[in-house]
């Protein structure tokens, strides 16, 4: 299995790529070439968020972990009941990383790349493409350049 370093230096090949294709196109903007190198790094790095040991997944947990706790806190005392959606949200992502996603599983795919990628579409559309050119690199590396499955997601499960 590839190690974050291998997929940084994917990302930076993919962003390399994907810049020699856009300029074909367009002349991008240098704000949006750097930005564009930076996005493809996360992106690179973003499938391993459902790995127990990464470094993405860890801080993102502790992360929920401590706006639940504090939602909660303002909820008791506030009884505001956006606080108390927030916690049920929490719960639920939580409860989905933990025991529905398995690593490679859902999020080792095109179709979650493309999603992923799409939350940038409002900022640039193309910062999306520098997005999915550094998540697509994460799949080859990992050897799973593939194609959501309910077949595949339920063996894993
Ligand atoms: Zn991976």
């Given at each position: 299995m590839p190690n974050n370093k291998t997929h940084v230096v994917g990302g930076i090949v993919s962003f390399v790529v994907m810049f020699l294709i856009l300029s074909q196109i367009t002349s991008l903007a240098f704000p949006i070439i750097f930005i564009g190198l930076i996005v493809a790094i996360i992106y690179s790095l973003l499938p391993d968020i459902d790995t127990d040991v990464s470094t993405a997944n860890?801080?993102?947990?502790?992360?929920?972990v401590a706006i639940g706790l504090i939602s909660s806190i303002y909820y008791y005392f506030f009884s505001d009941p956006i606080a108390l959606l927030v916690v049920i949200f929490?719960?639920?992502?939580?409860?989905?990383?933990?025991?529905?996603?398995?690593?490679?599983?859902?999020?080792?795919?095109?179709?979650?790349?493309?999603?992923?990628?799409?939350?940038?579409?409002?900022?640039?559309?193309?910062?999306?493409w520098f997005a999915f050119a550094g998540f697509l690199s994460h799949l080859l590396l990992d050897g799973e350049l593939k194609s959501f499955s309910w077949k595949e997601i339920k063996k894993r499960l």
């Open positions: 860890n801080v993102m947990e502790k992360l929920l929490i719960f639920i992502w939580l409860f989905f990383l933990k025991v529905l996603v398995k690593h490679r599983g859902i999020i080792h795919t095109i179709e979650a790349g493309a999603v992923f990628s799409l939350l940038l579409l409002y900022y640039s559309p193309w910062l999306f």
